[in-house]
T-cell receptor
Framework: AQKITQTQPGMFVQEKEAVTLDCTYDTSDPSYGLFWYKQPSSGEMIFLIYQGSYDQQNATEGRYSLNFQKARKSANLVISASQLGDSAMYFCAMREISNDYKLSFGAGTTVTVRA | DAGVIQSPRHEVTEMGQEVTLRCKPISGHDYLFWYRQTMMRGLELLIYFNNNVPIDDSGMPEDRFSAKMPNASFSTLKIQPSEPRDSAVYFC????????????FGDGTRLSIL
């Protein structure tokens, strides 16, 4: 079974608008970590934001925030005030003790920001 | 702070040749991971090490692939003999232990086998 599901293969967003990238996950571990990575066309994988399963508040990092709904097992990434440089592939990932701290990745969502 | 360093950045070689990819993890990290990324298969975990010891190599596609970590600051991924279907981007990543620890990726090696 897929541990991480990203249902949006591609999205377009207008510059300066916000965009939400969906991510749902599947685990029976009581404690786990959720991560988002950005992969621009240049190819590098950039860590963006982390959400712990026991964190009471949604994580935020600059223009990135996580809409974490534990009961629904979703961890959606919100990018506010989109910039042209945000055009990239975005991956959701999960790390669990039961998986020996390996990262399970989703298939990714391509975001294209339009001027 | 130095991140994960991979070399070479690009490699083009002919089928049948030996290819060696190199990785220097972030100092102090306990875990090192090798990934392969292709359009068809996405990001695949090939092998990972914990404290220099290979833990799970079930993702290594064939016996032509081997990986070593002789010390905490160096790892290699070797393909011998190489085949065109091995063409991909290979990433090395490292991290501390713990589900709250992000993996930090190198810039990748873009490998083309002709």
């Amino acid at each position: 079974a897929q541990k991480i599901t990203q249902t949006q293969p591609g999205m377009f967003v207008q510059e300066k608008e916000a965009v939400t990238l969906d991510c749902t996950y599947d685990t029976s571990d009581p404690s786990y970590g959720l991560f988002w990575y950005k992969q621009p066309s240049s190819g590098e994988m950039i860590f963006l934001i982390y959400q712990g399963s026991y964190d009471q508040q949604n994580a935020t990092e600059g223009r990135y925030s996580l809409n974490f709904q534990k009961a629904r097992k979703s961890a959606n990434l919100v990018i506010s005030a989109s910039q042209l440089g945000d055009s990239a592939m975005y991956f959701c990932a999960m790390r669990e003790i039961s998986n020996d701290y390996k990262l399970s990745f989703g298939a990714g969502t391509t975001v294209t920001v339009r001027a | 702070d130095a991140g994960v360093i991979q070399s070479p950045r690009h490699e083009v070689t002919e089928m049948g040749q030996e290819v060696t990819l190199r990785c220097k993890p972030i100092s102090g990290h306990d875990y090192l991971f090798w990934y392969r990324q292709t359009m068809m298969r996405g990001l695949e975990l090939l092998i990972y090490f914990n404290n220099n010891v290979p833990i799970d190599d079930s993702g290594m596609p064939e016996d032509r692939f081997s990986a070593k970590m002789p010390n905490a600051s160096f790892s290699t991924l070797k393909i011998q003999p190489s085949e065109p279907r091995d063409s991909a981007v290979y990433f090395c990543a490292s991290s501390f232990r713990g589900q709250d620890q992000p993996q930090h990726f190198g810039d990748g090696t873009r490998l083309s086998i002709l």
